[in-house]
């Protein structure tokens, strides 16, 4: 009984001190007399897996792109808060002819050359590119034998290179041949978490620092980092890992979810920062998002000897009040297209490379052009779709298109989709007369909403986002649009479809297993996020 009270009041005393001391350690107060510098994320929409390097007082980051081209898209800042896309790396249809899936990419720049490193999953695995400037040309794809996803590659003082994978081998490669040099050694097994993956080395104070992604790329996401005095190892794990993640109670709060998958960067001023992905959940609980995996940015404090420390407590939050690079705000782009150009912009995707027959500009009409092929959204190949990533949880996007079906197989119109599942808006013949509805595809189940029949000539169609609904809507007279239909955002959530990408706005057209004979022509695409 005694010795009972006496344990009793060891743990009271002993919550009483923990409490007075420091009731949460990972909990920091925000300072919220500093201003807030900037926001994240610094990239909205689906740019996942971000690497970053730095030229002179220049910053090129690239991400992830999966089954979109072209491929892994760069971008170019002067201060890491504001960033312009310039190009992408998979620019030409023969880099990668078919089966396009990308997984993370590693950007460095080296002796006056980038380059790109990553994997195709679905085709021949790990490759790089070079280019002598960022925007291209881009050369074709050096294959490499390197196991598993994630590689990065590491310029040592010596003038040795390096390859390492999500396998944590390390090998020496002959860049300028793509050939590996000597044994393939796995140096590290990560800290402990789920799916170890996304190596970056770099070094620092006479140490090899590893870092990676731990826990999967969900809500357990982490950055974890050992290091060593010799780039084969042994490499010890920091004490105080993970260093970034939001598994624990200072990040469950946080409306940017699943944080990981990180690079750092030395700026120009000595200051350091870390590029790292996450989510910001549109619906209920648990939490479902549509935005993908979006690049944020925060800043690390590495002492001389010592470890990094992420933004103190190792969280992204939206709003980052620390000083930075002088920032130079980007000219703000129109949200309306109205296809004035022959190339599209690079905001614009397809899905795999395209055919030109298919999908063009018509210069002297000022309209894109789409026509049908036999395949669908979701089916293997390239179905007839332009579109771009939705940025933000709240939007409204709109077209105005000309197409007259010639017959019930031929649909064309805007779609919302996310790996092969796809919410339309769909004008297409019914009874021999043209009309508009809303199809949801939930995996093998099809809803289709009530038809309304379309007067000859013109319809503007229009998606509009909430959060939670994506509401889809029509009008033939440019203004006073009749809703169609409502439908739940989380069913094209990435937690729902599965894999790792964000929803796709766009255009499209299917002959819905033929060769459609009608063209659709769109007058404009227009995109307005508001948050
Ligand atoms: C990627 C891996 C990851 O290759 O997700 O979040 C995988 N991290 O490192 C697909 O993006």
């Not at 978490?193 to 104070?205: Q, T």
């Not at 109670?249 to 992905?277: E, F, T």
């Not at 129109?334 to 690079?346: A, H, K, V």
């Not at 779709?385 to 709240?394: A, P």
Request: some cysteine; hydrophobic content about 35%.
């Amino acid at each position: 009984m005694r010795i009972l009270a006496v344990l009793i009041s060891f743990f009271s005393i002993n919550s009483i001190i923990a409490q007075t001391v420091n009731p949460n350690p990972w909990v920091m107060d925000t300072d919220t007399t500093k201003t807030v510098t900037y926001k994240n994320p610094i990239i909205p929409g689906f740019y996942s897996d971000p690497s970053v390097c730095r030229v002179g007082e220049d910053y090129y980051l690239v991400t992830s792109s999966f089954e979109y081209f072209p491929g892994v898209p760069i971008f170019h800042s002067r201060d890491l808060v504001n960033w312009k896309q310039v190009g992408h790396v998979i620019h030409r249809k023969e880099q990668i002819p078919k089966d396009l899936n990308i997984f993370a990419a590693t950007i460095r720049h080296h002796k006056g050359t980038f380059y790109m490193i990553t994997t195709n999953v679905s085709t021949k695995g790990n490759f790089y590119m070079t280019a002598k400037n960022p925007e291209g040309p881009w050369s074709n794809p050096i294959w490499i034998d390197v196991a598993e996803i994630d590689p990065d590659l590491f310029f040592d003082d010596d003038g040795r290179s390096y390859v390492i994978s999500s396998t944590f081998e390390l090998t020496e490669i002959d860049l300028s041949t793509g050939k590996l040099i000597g044994e393939k050694r796995k140096v590290w097994n990560g800290n402990g978490g789920r799916y170890p993956e996304a190596p970056h080395i770099y070094k620092k104070d006479g140490f090899y620092y590893l870092m990676a992604a731990e826990g999967g790329t969900e809500e357990a996401h982490s950055v974890t980092i050992s290091r060593s005095n010799s780039i084969w190892g042994p490499y010890i794990n920091n004490p105080s890992n993970p260093i970034a993640t939001h598994v624990n109670v200072a990040g469950m709060g946080k409306h940017i979810q699943g944080i990981g998958h990180a690079d750092i960067v030395l700026a120009h001023d000595s200051s350091w920062w870390m590029v790292l992905h996450g989510y910001r959940s549109v619906a209920g609980y648990p939490p479902h998002h549509t935005l993908g995996r979006e690049t944020c940015l925060v800043p690390v404090n590495w002492p001389e000897g010592g470890w990094p420390v992420v933004n103190g407590n190792g969280t992204v939050p939206l709003e980052i009040r620390h000083s930075t690079l002088p920032l130079q705000k980007l000219a703000i782009t129109p949200t309306r297209d109205e296809f004035q150009n022959t190339s599209l912009g690079l905001k614009y995707n397809t899905i795999q490379p395209y055919d030109e027959k298919h999908i063009y500009v018509d210069p002297s009409e000022s309209q894109l052009v789409l026509k049908g092929t036999s395949l669908k959204i979701g089916d293997k190949g390239s179905p007839t779709f332009v579109g771009q990533r939705l940025t933000d949880i709240s939007f409204t996007s709109s077209t105005l298109m000309e197409f007259n079906p010639s017959g019930e197989n031929e649909v064309a119109g805007m779609t919302l989709t996310n790996n092969g599942s796809h919410f339309d808006l769909v004008v297409s013949k019914s009874d021999n007369t043209r009309v508009v509805y809303v199809e949801l595809q939930f995996g093998q189940t099809v809803y289709r909403s009530k038809e309304f029949i379309l007067k000859p000539g013109p319809v503007n169609l229009k998606i509009e986002g909430t959060g939670p609904e994506f509401i889809f809507s029509y009008t033939q007279n440019g203004e006073n649009f009749t809703i169609i239909e409502k439908a739940d955002a989380r069913f094209l959530s990435t937690e729902t479809v599965g894999w790792f990408t964000g929803v796709y706005i766009g255009l499209y057209a299917t002959g819905n297993g033929k060769s459609s004979k009608e063209l659709a022509r769109y007058n404009y695409f227009e995109y307005e996020g508001r948050q």
